[in-house]
């Protein structure tokens, strides 16, 4: 991998290894606001691009490619937050990805998933499908969920983390889309959205380290 880009608070509690969505890579804003914020809560990340974000292609890696990628981003975590438990996950497909290698063959050293808007299935075809290797995951895994995630049908998801058990925590975030994004008339910002999630992120992960 190329140099992923880490913040690392004093003291930090744990580690998170953070991949980005297929439209957006490590330094979006959106990715750069929530390890902001996690860093304020004792929570190092280290973000990573997939290779098809370094050569600006626009067409994500083959599953195979973004597992290698997720794998490569794991040993430099580990390498570079030394002693810190570590979680792994991220942003919609790179949350997908991470997952997949995980059930393929467990990431070493890692404690849990976290997903940042799990992308279900293509807006519009609600299914589970892309949740069928999630049964394979013998790991905790928290579910970060809108209510207006075109990605994800939040009755579908509610399914999901009922069929995993004990192993899935599902966070709903009210009035949220996939990216995030709230309605001026919801009478939130999008940046107390991602308090919210950064403070159940790092509430989650702490409670595991």
């Not at 304020?40 to 974000?53: E, K, N, T, V, Y």
Request: charged share 20%.
């Amino acid at each position: 991998m190329s140099a992923g880009l880490l913040e690392a608070p004093p003291g930090a509690r744990a580690g998170y290894v953070f991949a980005h969505g297929a439209g957006a890579g490590m330094k979006h804003s959106f990715m750069q606001a929530l390890a902001t914020a996690l860093a304020g809560r004792g929570i190092a990340s280290l973000r990573f691009d997939f290779p098809f974000m370094e050569q600006g292609s626009k067409r994500p890696d083959p599953p195979a490619v973004a597992h290698a990628a997720v794998r490569a981003a794991v040993a430099e975590a580990a390498s570079r937050l030394l002693g810190l438990p570590l979680f792994a996950g991220g942003k919609s497909f790179g949350g997908r990805m991470t997952s997949q290698a995980q059930a393929l063959q467990p990431l070493p050293g890692v404690r849990g998933l976290v997903f940042v808007g799990f992308p279900l299935h293509p807006a519009g075809k609600p299914s589970v499908e892309r949740a069928k290797h999630l049964a394979d995951v013998q790991l905790p895994m928290l579910f970060l969920q809108g209510t207006r995630d075109a990605l994800a049908e939040l009755e579908l998801v509610r399914g999901v983390a009922q069929q995993l058990g004990e192993r899935a925590t599902l966070h709903i975030v009210d009035g949220a889309d996939h990216a995030f994004h709230v309605l001026a008339r919801s009478g939130r910002t999008d940046a107390q959205v991602i308090d919210e999630l950064a403070d159940t992120m790092a509430a989650w992960m702490s409670s595991r380290a």
